[in-house]
């Protein structure tokens, strides 16, 4: 497990945080729909930033940076309207697959303010005992109608990950291999890749991070798929898409 060290300045001293990244090619459940037990093995897991870590194990913070949960959107409006995306007739931008709305992030003002938002949650975090942060829907701008650009979303992950490390936490890239080196040259760590496997991708994550790459994957056969390709050094699990619960009649997990 790699430890690295940060520089942070406090007031009139200069304080060391360190943080540590997943361990390569470790058991792993991806629980960002649902906490519960983690299967026999698992030692890292990723969990809801309202969940609690789980006892023992690496966890890894879930954080929709980029977009709102779903029952977010009403705080958003009532506190923070002017930081969620509309287009020219004034209507909100939505990612319509998850019901989730656009951040904007599209000035360095608006950044700022939603950095604020953010490395407030990193703090929590922090506080529950999270050792790394999962910031979400870096790839937003795709959905943005063209009002958002990738250098909008780099530029707003270089105000939260130094704060991450700060607060003693790794920071990954989530998704988006059109980022190439830049989301490391802006901090990330390590890579948590959906379906890498299933879209050919995993080399992609691979080349920037090293063997520090997660992989979730939804159907057998991309799972097999990838495990095939990078079971022996990739942390890779199979998982049903809404990530449910043991007990639910879609949940499904396997790992290799």
């Given at each position: 497990?790699?430890?690295?060290?940060?520089?942070?300045?406090?007031?009139?001293?200069?304080?060391?945080?360190?943080?540590?990244?997943?361990?390569?090619?470790?058991?792993?459940?991806?629980?960002?729909?649902?906490?519960?037990?983690?299967?026999?093995?698992?030692?890292?897991?990723?969990?809801?930033?309202?969940?609690?870590?789980?006892?023992?194990?690496?966890?890894?913070?879930?954080?929709?940076?980029?977009?709102?949960?779903?029952?977010?959107?009403?705080?958003?409006?009532?506190?923070?309207?002017?930081?969620?995306?509309?287009?020219?007739?004034?209507?909100?931008?939505?990612?319509?697959?998850?019901?989730?709305?656009?951040?904007?992030?599209?000035?360095?003002?608006?950044?700022?303010?939603?950095?604020?938002?953010?490395?407030?949650?990193?703090?929590?975090?922090?506080?529950?005992?999270?050792?790394?942060?999962?910031?979400?829907?870096?790839d937003s701008y795709e959905r943005s109608k063209g009002l958002l650009t990738m250098a909008n979303a780099v530029a707003l992950l270089q105000l939260i990950a130094p704060h991450a490390h700060d607060m003693g936490l790794a920071i990954a890239q989530k998704n988006t291999t059109a980022l190439g080196t830049a989301g490391k040259n802006a901090g990330l760590d390590f890579a948590i890749a959906e379906e890498c496997g299933r879209y050919n991708e995993c080399g992609?994550?691979?080349?920037?991070?090293?063997?520090?790459?997660?992989?979730?994957?939804?159907?057998?056969?991309?799972?097999?798929?990838?495990?095939?390709?990078?079971?022996?050094?990739?942390?890779?699990?199979?998982?049903?898409?809404?990530?449910?619960?043991?007990?639910?009649?879609?949940?499904?997990?396997?790992?290799?």
């Amino acid at each position: 497990m790699a430890v690295l060290a940060v520089i942070g300045l406090g007031i009139g001293t200069a304080d060391a945080a360190t943080y540590t990244v997943p361990p390569a090619n470790a058991k792993f459940d991806y629980q960002i729909g649902a906490a519960y037990t983690p299967p026999s093995g698992v030692t890292v897991v990723s969990r809801d930033r309202t969940a609690t870590p789980a006892a023992g194990l690496y966890n890894i913070c879930y954080v929709n940076v980029f977009q709102t949960q779903p029952d977010e959107i009403s705080w958003w409006q009532t506190n923070h309207d002017d930081l969620l995306l509309k287009d020219a007739s004034g209507k909100y931008v939505v990612d319509g697959t998850w019901g989730e709305n656009l951040i904007d992030v599209s000035t360095a003002a608006k950044r700022t303010a939603v950095a604020a938002i953010v490395n407030g949650w990193i703090d929590g975090c922090a506080s529950k005992g999270f050792k790394a942060v999962e910031p979400d829907n870096i790839d937003s701008y795709e959905r943005s109608k063209g009002l958002l650009t990738m250098a909008n979303a780099v530029a707003l992950l270089q105000l939260i990950a130094p704060h991450a490390h700060d607060m003693g936490l790794a920071i990954a890239q989530k998704n988006t291999t059109a980022l190439g080196t830049a989301g490391k040259n802006a901090g990330l760590d390590f890579a948590i890749a959906e379906e890498c496997g299933r879209y050919n991708e995993c080399g992609a994550y691979t080349s920037v991070y090293g063997n520090n790459v997660i992989v979730i994957e939804y159907t057998k056969n991309a799972f097999t798929k990838a495990c095939n390709g990078y079971g022996p050094s990739l942390s890779i699990v199979l998982r049903d898409v809404n990530v449910t619960a043991p007990g639910s009649r879609t949940y499904k997990y396997d790992a290799c």
